[in-house]
Structure formats: C-alpha cells, structure tokens
C-alpha cells in the first residue's frame, strides 16, 4: 500500500509563488503526477515525472510550473510560480507504478493524496 500525503497549499495573491510537497510512504513508486480540481471542474492534469526524470506538463501551466523529485526522502515538489487566479483548485498527487503516453489522464494513475486547496486572489 502506498500513502501521499501533500502539503503547502494556501492563499497567494496573483502573481506570487507557492511550492507544493508530496510525501509517499509505503511502497515506493517511481512515477508521479500533479492534478488540480477546480469547483464545478473535472479534475484535471497538471505535471508529472517518470522513473528517469522526465517532465511533462499541461500547456496551462508550462513555463510557469515545475515538477521535482527527492529520492532520498520519497518527496515530489510543485514549484508554482507567477500564479494566476484560475490556478485556483484543490492539487492531488498521484502514484503509478508504471506510466505511458497517457501519462496525462487520470486513470493511468494508481493511488492518490487527499489534495491541498490553493487559492489564488486577484
């Protein structure tokens, strides 16, 4: 069993930068992923990071965002900058053990955090 635990969610005016944290205990996966859900909105993709490093990332956020890993202490990072308020959702974290080109949906993704609210003020 896997458990991701996020944190670092809060309130930023537009502009600003926040950075978001999730720790996975238990097995330890190799892939990960970023979604965000708005009120009234499906859930949707944000970034991800496979085995090897490599990121990936939805066209709304790209240039803006960035998708990390520690190995070491079992952590994936959001780094958030130059928020918006339609940045504004509830960010999960998600585990696969394996990822491919659907790396972007959420069926492709095992096992998910309980979310941590972002809001973004104009």
């Known amino acids: 069993q896997v458990q991701l635990v996020e944190s670092g969610g809060g309130l930023v005016q537009a502009g600003g930068s926040l950075r978001l944290s999730c720790g996975a205990s238990?097995?330890?996966?190799?892939?990960y992923a970023w979604f965000r859900q708005a009120p009234g909105k499906e859930r949707e993709f944000v970034a991800a990071i496979s085995r090897m490093g490599s990121t990936y990332y939805a066209d709304s956020v790209k240039g803006r965002f960035t998708i990390s890993r520690d190995g070491a202490k079992n952590t994936i990072y959001l780094r958030m900058n130059g928020l918006k308020p339609e940045d504004t959702a509830v960010y999960c974290c998600?585990?696969?053990?394996?990822?491919?080109?659907?790396?972007?949906?959420?069926?492709?993704?095992?096992?998910w955090g309980q979310g941590t609210q972002v809001t973004v003020s104009s």
């Open positions: 998600a585990a696969t053990y394996s990822i491919s080109s659907y790396y972007y949906t959420v069926t492709e993704y095992d096992y």
């Open positions: 238990g097995r330890t996966l190799a892939n």
